[in-house]
């Protein structure tokens, strides 16, 4: 079955590095969209990046130039690379996978397939 396991996440002051890891098994990892989205406490879950088979990637606008998304097919993982960390990035992260081609809108209903999320928290 379907398994999306995150880590990396932790706590960091403002201007920081954190990279996170989503490590994936019983599917074909390499021909799905995968994303990452974040969650903070009272607000909805919202896109933060995908990346498509091709290695095509689609980022929110409030972490572009910041934020990372890349795979490495032969480990199965996905990762996000978070630099310039303010503190409203202050979420659970959570690993998402898609069998189908990468949407237009990173909208969370359009993935299937969910990890169980890691903290990430960026201190002023």
């Known amino acids: 079955q379907v398994q999306l396991v995150e880590s990396g996440g932790g706590s960091v002051q403002a201007g920081g590095s954190l990279r996170l890891s989503c490590a994936a098994s019983?599917?074909?990892?390499?021909?799905?969209?995968m994303g990452w989205f974040r969650q903070a406490p009272g607000k909805e879950r919202e896109g933060v990046a995908v990346i498509d088979s091709r290695g095509s990637t689609n980022y929110a606008d409030s972490v572009k130039g910041r934020f990372t998304v890349s795979q490495d097919n032969a480990k199965n993982t996905l990762y996000l690379q978070m630099n310039s960390l303010k503190p409203e990035d202050t979420a659970m992260y959570y690993c998402?996978?898609?069998?189908?081609?990468?949407?237009?809108?990173?909208?969370?209903?359009?993935?299937?397939?969910w990890g169980q999320g890691t903290q990430v928290t960026v201190s002023s």
């Open positions: 998402a996978a898609r069998a189908n081609r990468c949407p237009s809108t990173i909208w969370s209903l359009f993935f299937a397939y």
């Open positions: 019983g599917f074909t990892f390499s021909s799905y969209c």
